[in-house]
C-alpha cells in the first residue's frame, strides 16, 4: 500500500513531534497496522533529524511517503517497501528595506525601532 502525507509546515517554535504527530494522525487511522507504523518511523527520523540541529532552526517544511508491501513480502507487480522524507528548513523572511537613514545611511528595515537612537525616518534633520 502506497502512502503520502501533504506537505507539514512546521512553525518557528513549535513542537516538530506534537506537529506531525497531529498531522499523521488521519493518514495514520486509514492505513494497514504495518504502513501505519512506517510511517511513525518516518516521523521518528523527523524528528531525529530536527533534534540533532543539522538543520538549523524552524521553520520547516515536511514531506513523509512510502509503500508497504503487505507483511513487508514482495510480491509480483507490487513496488518494493520504501519509506522517504524530506525535511526542509525554511527561510526567515528578511524584514521589507524601507528607507536609508539620512544621517547614517543604515538601512531601515520595517519593524525597525530605532535608527541613530532616534525614531525611525527617512532624514534625520526632517523630525518635527
Known amino acids: 500500500m502506497s502512502w503520502s502525507v501533504p506537505t507539514i509546515r512546521v512553525a518557528e517554535g513549535d ?3 506534537e506537529v506531525l504527530d497531529a498531522a499523521t494522525l488521519e493518514a495514520r487511522a486509514k492505513l494497514d497496522v504495518d504502513a501505519a507504523l512506517q510511517v511513525q518511523a518516518a516521523t521518528a527520523a523527523v524528528v531525529a533529524l530536527v533534534e540533532s540541529g543539522q538543520l538549523g532552526q524552524s ?3 515536511v514531506t513523509l511517503w512510502g509503500h508497504c ?11 518494493a517497501d520504501s519509506v522517504g522524507i524530506t525535511v526542509t528548513r525554511l527561510r526567515r523572511s528578511p524584514a521589507p ?7 547614517c545611511g543604515r538601512g531601515i528595515n520595517a519593524g525597525d525601532p530605532l535608527c541613530c537612537s532616534t ?3 527617512v532624514n534625520h534633520e526632517a523630525r518635527s
Do not use: E, L, M, Q
Open 15 to 17: 513542537d516538530v513531534a
Open 97 to 103: 528595506f524601507v528607507a536609508t537613514c539620512g544621517s
Open 119 to 121: 525614531p525611525r525616518t
Open 59 to 61: 521553520p520547516y517544511a
Open 69 to 79: 508491501s503487505p507483511g513487508h513480502i514482495d510480491h509480483a507487480g507490487w513496488a
